[in-house]
């Protein structure tokens, strides 16, 4: 049974950092395309990053020089590590997985994690 867990959230203030995981129960779990997700109260899920098995990272542009995603293939983890956030990053963040191609489309993924809430006080 594929699970993907995130932890790492919580309430911050305006400014700070915080770092997400996603611990993945993948088989070759180098073979795949991990990505970041968000969706806040009354929003669409929306991209946040991805990184690819080629180690090729991709950003939404409102995140680009704050979070930086990375990944552990021996440890089954990826990472977001969230600069300067603010209280527009308020949302469940989601970690999804995949084998097909890159892609910024939530329908192209086929393992999602529970999501772990961040939220940001002004």
């Known amino acids: 049974q594929v699970q993907l867990v995130e932890t790492g959230g919580g309430l911050v203030q305006a400014g700070d950092s915080l770092r997400l995981s996603c611990a993945a129960s993948?088989?070759?779990?180098?073979?795949?395309?991990m990505a970041w997700f968000r969706q806040a109260p009354g929003k669409e899920r929306e991209f946040v990053a991805a990184?690819?098995?080629?180690?090729?990272?991709y950003y939404q542009d409102s995140v680009k020089g704050r979070f930086t995603m990375s990944r552990d293939n021996a440890k089954n983890t990826v990472y977001l590590q969230m600069n300067s956030l603010n209280p527009e990053d308020t949302a469940v963040y989601l970690c999804?997985?995949?084998?097909?191609?890159?892609?910024?489309?939530?329908?192209?993924?086929?393992?999602w994690g529970q999501g772990t809430q961040v939220t940001v006080s002004s």
């Open positions: 999804a997985a995949t084998t097909r191609l890159y892609s910024r489309n939530y329908a192209q993924y086929d393992y």
């Open positions: 993948l088989r070759t779990f180098s073979n795949y395309n």
């Open positions: 990184l690819t098995r080629s180690r090729n990272t």
